[in-house]
């Protein structure tokens, strides 16, 4: 009976998703008026250095005879294409032949992101505000290629040769990372009219956007319109000003931008910024500007306007008035013709759908785990440790707060070490975000490892054993030793389930065009190299998650462990989320609390701008992440008495979601 209750739930969960998927789908395919659906086809883009991948959208009014105008998307860092399809859908619905591309390596594309080239120097400012006399421009910048290409970020392909140029010959070859072989493509298209096109990117596809708009600056298929999500201005002496020049320009503005160049390097978005000669000269003005207000006009491309959005970095590619604005901008500068209000907005649907597809196939794994364990995979399952060595009281709550604090304090200083600077060898670690965490982990392992140790010394002191037992780690029949076979058995188990949820995801991709995702990449397909980069990564993860599930589950184990039902079950996984989040909670309220009270992101006030940006803004995706393995590592241990399967399966699928489409280097 059992056994059938639990194949029926597999069975439910997996309908379920499938159906939210086919739903997505639908949604992204849907028209509205004249159009009254949209084709959607993926594909790759041959050049010299590879292919790029894309997704195109079709709207059903856009023909030979009557050809549409069209819009090329570009990504941020650390996202693919399918972060662009809130706007994707939304441009669809209206008329206009969409384009969003997988950017230099990021997604499916294979060609890696060290293409977009990088120099030995770098400017701390807007550029064209720099100097070498107050330190503003720095040459001579050592350290590792991944380094010196963060720091070349803004630094576009068509500005003079003082930024784009070195002493060492090397140079910022391609900015746009693959836009303008992308905006070519696109143009060629039989069904779009070349001359209406306009361009959009988020944050690093902002820079990506400015080289695609001077790429083609002055000849027949420029681009008419260019919105920026989250974007870097800079003064016109930095370019060619004479030749190169921008049509009707929007720029998104997040109040709560946690990237320093994205808010003029100033700690706040305030009206102060609308007085800066920077932003002035942007909106083509001599005196101070406003938010939300059109400067210029559409007719002659001078058209300009900073909308001011209450929303963080990561959230404006979706931010519901953002998109209002961007429609009703491109529909000015294209003449899309389309009589849908710029309000008039599904893609959150979509998202939605989507996320709960995700959702749905995760928590499979616990039936599909029962069917499993019920069968072949029985000799997992393990009695769990006397209640005798519990910790209990104030050791507990001491236990608890120290690993918060430490998890906490070393995330914005260890994630930017690896992220940039950490001694690895770049052909072999070549995830940047990666690094940032194989860093972070690393050092947690080794504080964890220590801590535990100096608890079971104590314990063997006393004369207590059944060490391994109390981690999870050992079978009851022998306690004191560690268990192999029991990590065997339960490493297969995992691979098995991680298998169910990977299946899944590439059925979805096959039949659908969708991935399993909210807003931004969580799983989606492997190619060969992403594969490789899984497997170069794995360990550590696996060792990480088995460390610290050990610890907070197993180690600080309470009474609620032991409670039956969901009353136990609840108990036991609020204490484990507590331990494995706390620490990035912690270091989330220290970024936000002074930005929201108008001091500034905590990272940037308390330790410099250089921990800033990427990893503070991934807080608001990594967090529910940890929760959600929280979760699974304490149905597993509950169920099993060991702590390998959740470690593991949570392994598997922190790795995948950093591995599968997020910037890879080479």
Not at 98 to 105: H, R
Not at 116 to 139: C, H, I, L, P, W
Not at 477 to 487: A, I
Not at 489 to 503: D, G, T
Request: proline residues 3%; charged residues 20%.
């Amino acid at each position: 009976m059992k056994k059938n209750r639990s194949l029926a739930a597999l069975i439910l969960l997996l309908v379920l998703a499938f159906s939210c998927v086919f739903a997505a789908d639908r949604v992204q395919r849907s028209g509205s008026g004249e159009v009254s659906s949209v084709d959607i086809r993926e594909g790759t883009i041959d050049t010299e250095l590879g292919h790029i991948a894309y997704k195109l959208y079709v709207p059903s009014t856009a023909t030979e005879t009557s050809k549409a105008p069209a819009v090329l998307l570009l990504h941020g860092y650390q996202n693919d294409h399918e972060t662009c399809s809130a706007f994707s859908i939304e441009l669809a619905r209206r008329g206009a032949v969409v384009l969003a591309i997988d950017e230099y390596g990021h997604g499916s594309t294979d060609i890696g992101l060290l293409e977009r080239g990088y120099v030995n120097q770098k400017v701390t400012v807007n550029y064209g505000e720099d100097s070498e006399a107050d330190g503003t421009f720095k040459k001579n910048v050592g350290g590792a290629e991944r380094y010196r290409l963060m720091m070349n970020f803004s630094n576009l392909s068509f500005f003079d040769e003082k930024y784009t140029k070195d002493s060492a010959g090397n140079t910022i070859s391609d900015s746009s990372c693959g836009g303008i072989d992308a905006y070519r493509y696109l143009a060629d298209l039989p069904y779009v009219d070349s001359a209406r096109m306009g361009v959009s990117g988020h944050s690093m596809g902002t820079w990506s956007s400015w080289t695609v708009a001077a790429y083609y600056s002055g000849t027949d298929i420029e681009p008419k319109a260019t919105v920026l999500q989250c974007g870097e201005l800079f003064r016109n002496s930095a370019y060619d000003s004479g030749s190169i020049h921008f049509n009707n320009v929007l720029l998104l503005q997040a109040k709560y931008d946690e990237f320093s160049y994205f808010r003029d390097y100033e700690r706040n978005v305030t009206d102060e910024l609308l007085s800066t000669e920077l932003r002035k000269e942007f909106l083509g003005i001599s005196e101070t500007g406003e938010w939300n207000r059109t400067y210029g006009s559409f007719s002659d491309g001078t058209a300009r306007r900073m909308e001011l959005l209450m929303t963080n970095h990561r959230l404006t590619t979706h931010n519901s008035k953002g998109i209002e604005v961007a429609m009703d901008w491109f529909e000015s500068a294209l003449g899309t013709g389309s009589h849908l209000a710029g309000t008039a907005q599904i893609y959150m649907v979509k998202e939605l759908l989507v996320l709960a597809a995700l959702l749905f196939t995760v928590f499979s794994v616990i039936p599909a785990a029962e069917l499993l364990l019920g069968g072949c995979f029985s000799g997992v399952v393990q009695p769990l440790p006397s209640r005798d060595r519990m910790i209990t009281g104030k050791k507990w709550k001491t236990g608890v707060l120290a690993g918060i604090l430490i998890t906490g304090i070393t995330y914005p200083f260890m994630t930017q070490l690896g992220h940039g600077l950490l001694p690895v060898p770049e052909k072999i670690f070549r995830m940047t975000i990666g690094n940032g965490f194989l860093s972070w982990y690393g050092l947690l392992v080794i504080v964890f490892v220590i801590m535990t140790a100096v608890r079971l010394r104590k314990q063997k002191k006393a004369g207590d054993t059944g060490r391994w037992h109390d981690l999870g780690m050992a079978e009851a029949s022998q306690p004191d030793r560690f268990s192999w076979r029991l990590l065997g058995r339960s490493l297969l188990l995992s691979a098995v389930l991680f298998l169910i949820v990977y299946a899944v995801t590439w059925i979805c991709e096959t039949l659908f065009g969708l991935d399993l995702r909210f807003i931004w990449p969580f799983f989606r397909s492997f190619n060969l190299t992403r594969l490789g980069q899984f497997f170069v990564y794995l360990p550590v993860y696996v060792l990480f998650f088995t460390v610290s599930t050990g610890r907070s589950l197993a180690l600080m184990r309470t009474e609620a462990t032991y409670t039956g039902g969901e009353k136990g079950f609840a108990g036991t996984w609020l204490r484990t989320a507590l331990q494995m989040t706390g620490g990035v909670l912690l270091i989330t309220l220290i970024e936000y609390v002074p930005f929201f009270a108008g001091i500034g992101p905590g990272a940037d006030v308390l330790f410099g701008s250089t921990f800033g940006g990427p990893f503070m803004s991934l807080l608001i995706v990594f967090v529910p992440q940890v929760i959600v393995f929280s979760l699974l590592c304490t149905w597993f241990y509950r169920k099993t008495g060991n702590v390998f399967t959740g470690a593991f399966v949570s392994a598997f699928m922190a790795c995948w979601i950093v591995t599968g489409g997020s910037s890879i280097l080479y």
